[in-house]
Nanobody
Framework: QVHLVESGGGLVQAGGSLRLSCAAS????????MRWYRQAPGKQRDLVAS???????NYADSVKGRFTISGDNAKNTVYLQMNSLKPEDTGVYYC????????????????WGQGTQVTVSS
């Protein structure tokens, strides 16, 4: 029905940059909010950034000033530009979205992507 697919992860040195992408595919009416989470091995999954379909953004304190979340409503795609990367940014980054399946549906459902690995070396 609905799938979220992340891409853009990889290995980068501290101070470097990466851009992650998440595309929503399938049949649905609209996306209310898209988010990026990350999870380090053995750690819980934490919210990194979010963006609404109106363009309002929020960031975790640990990434403010370094990461930028943006979206393309027409393409149902969200991006995460990550600059000045630190080793503690290492983890699997997951895309998350609140989606209304149809125009008649009165609730949204939360979907998760499979994740993309980001590794920052010192």
């Amino acid at each position: 029905q609905v799938h979220l697919v992340e891409s853009g992860g990889g290995l980068v040195q501290a101070g470097g940059s990466l851009r992650l992408s998440c595309a929503a595919s399938g049949t649905f009416f609209g996306i209310n909010t898209m988010r990026w989470y990350r999870q380090a091995p053995g750690k819980q999954r934490d919210l990194v950034a979010s963006i609404t379909n109106g363009g309002s953004t929020n960031y975790a304190d640990s990434v403010k000033g370094r990461f930028t979340i943006s979206g393309d409503n027409a393409k149902n795609t969200v991006y995460l530009q990550m600059n000045s990367l630190k080793p503690e940014d290492t983890g699997v980054y997951y895309c998350n979205a609140d989606i209304a399946p149809t125009i008649l549906t009165r609730r949204t459902y939360t979907y998760w992507g499979q994740g993309t690995q980001v590794t920052v070396s010192s």
